[in-house]
């Protein structure tokens, strides 16, 4: 008498499984496209004569060229409210990148 082997369970995924795979994926991108710095932050285009003045007598920089020392560790740094957007700064007007510089460089305490 031949006895035939039981078939292996289907593979099945339930509901709360799909649920906990796609909400993991969703956070997984979502982390990750907040974490991307923005790429510039140089845009004057709303700003005015004089304001724009101060960003050049500043000599601000989207990428700062001095080690140690950019936007995101200066006191006067703003951080925006999502990591992908360009932050502010309380002395230069205008939009500034984490990665910026400027003379006016105060360094957190
Ligand atoms: S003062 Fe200069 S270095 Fe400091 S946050 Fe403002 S632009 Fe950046």
């Known amino acids: 008498m031949a006895t035939t082997k039981p078939a292996p369970p289907a593979r099945s995924l339930s509901r709360r ?10 956070g997984a991108l979502g982390v990750s496209a907040c974490r991307k710095a923005p790429s510039f932050c140089d845009d004057v285009s709303t700003l005015s004569p004089d304001q724009r003045n101060t960003r050049t007598t500043l000599g601000y920089e989207d990428s700062s060229d001095q080690p140690g020392k950019n936007c995101a560790k200066c006191s006067q740094y703003l951080e925006p409210p999502r990591m992908d957007q360009c932050g502010t700064c309380k002395v230069l007007p205008g939009s500034v990148h984490p990665n910026g510089y400027c003379r006016a460089f105060t360094p957190k305490a």
């Open 17 to 26: 499984s799909l649920l906990v795979r796609g909400a993991s994926l969703v």
